[in-house]
């Protein structure tokens, strides 16, 4: 008997072939954006367009302010060499701002009242909003509903109960006058609540199998995950403690305790309105914001951007 292995192999049957549908090629793609417009060269154009329009006129004002805080008083109101000062750029508008107006001390009541105000506001919406969105309480919701009507009344209204409940308290002509009214901003616990309601639950549940409590979640957890919101949102309460000057102005009388704003007010001349000097002082008082926002804008893009885990 001969083995089965001794038999000839067959040879495998041949396949049929089939007719290969030769795909659409794939453009690879480019990383490139195109507008909403459309993919047309005329839409761009039309588009870039409309943005450089745009860009313009925001720069406009601002163009015109510098230019003139460099114009002598004479060149300042002269409406025929109101493009360029007939008698050239010069410093005199800052030296008088400087010179009649005690600067140095005024930037310094700003830097500190805006320090401590946006300390204090961004802590306490901090806190607040995780415990509107991480805790449940009795009447929390009605609370929440209460903090966002809040948003809707102007600061305006607030100066009145402001100036009495200081004056009860003994607080005025302090610096603790001008700051703690100012750490009351209800839309920033509604945009941490929101943005604390966007972070992923499991982190928060995988901590608390290891024991740690809402103090621990909030500190260790949520917070290092929310410092782009974080600073964003501290970028926002600088810039308007900088700029307040309607309650800085009612809560003190005593010059040293003027903030930028008030104390650039008070620089008067005897001639009217001078233009060169009022734009002067109003570029010293923006200048620190520019420094400010020129070094943190990527956290205010970042916070807009990312999302739960982008902020590690």
């Known amino acids: 008997m001969t083995s089965t292995t001794d038999l000839p ?4 049957p041949a396949r049929p072939r089939i007719r290969e549908l030769s795909a659409p090629r794939r453009r690879p793609p480019t990383g490139r954006t195109h507008l909403s417009l459309g993919e047309s060269r005329l839409a761009r154009v039309l588009a870039l367009g409309v943005l450089g329009v745009l860009a313009v ?11 003139t805080a460099f114009k002598s008083e004479q060149d300042a109101s002269d409406p025929v060499h109101w493009l360029w000062p007939r008698h050239g750029l010069t410093l005199d508008g800052f030296r008088t701002v400087w010179e009649r107006g005690d ?3 005024w930037m310094f009541n700003s830097l ?3 320090a401590a105000v946006t300390v204090i506001t961004v802590l306490v919406s901090a806190m607040a909003g995780y415990a509107f969105s991480r805790t449940r309480f009795p009447g929390g919701r009605w609370l929440f509903t209460l903090t966002v009507a809040a948003v809707l009344v102007p600061p305006q209204m607030l100066i009145v109960p402001w100036f009495r409940q200081m004056l009860s308290l003994g607080l ?6 001008v700051i703690l009214p100012q750490t009351v901003a209800p839309v920033m616990v509604f945009i941490l609540k929101k943005h604390f309601d966007s972070l992923p639950r499991e982190l928060e549940e995988a901590a608390r199998i290891d024991g740690a409590g809402h103090a621990r979640i909030f500190w260790s957890v949520l917070l290092p995950l929310s410092r782009p919101m ?9 810039i308007g403690a900088w700029n307040n000057f309607l309650w800085p102005f009612v809560s003190t009388s005593d010059p040293a305790l003027m903030t930028l704003p008030v104390g650039i007010t008070s620089v008067k001349d005897a001639y009217g ?3 060169a000097q009022s734009m002067a002082s109003a570029v010293l008082a923006a200048l620190p914001l520019v420094v400010v926002f020129l070094f943190f804008q990527r956290h205010i893009v970042k916070s807009v951007a990312t999302t739960g885990l982008g902020g590690q």
Do not use: C, E, N
Not at 9 to 12: G, H, K, L
Not at 230 to 238: G, K, T, Y
């Open 9 to 12: 192999a067959r040879p495998a």
């Open 230 to 238: 974080l600073a964003a949102v501290a970028i926002f309460v600088f």
């Open 172 to 177: 005025l002509d302090t610096y603790a006058a």
């Open 273 to 275: 309105i001078q233009y």
């Open 57 to 67: 006129v925001w720069l406009l004002p601002m163009s015109w302010a510098l230019l």
């Open 103 to 105: 600067l140095p001390l």
């Open 112 to 114: 500190l009242v805006s």
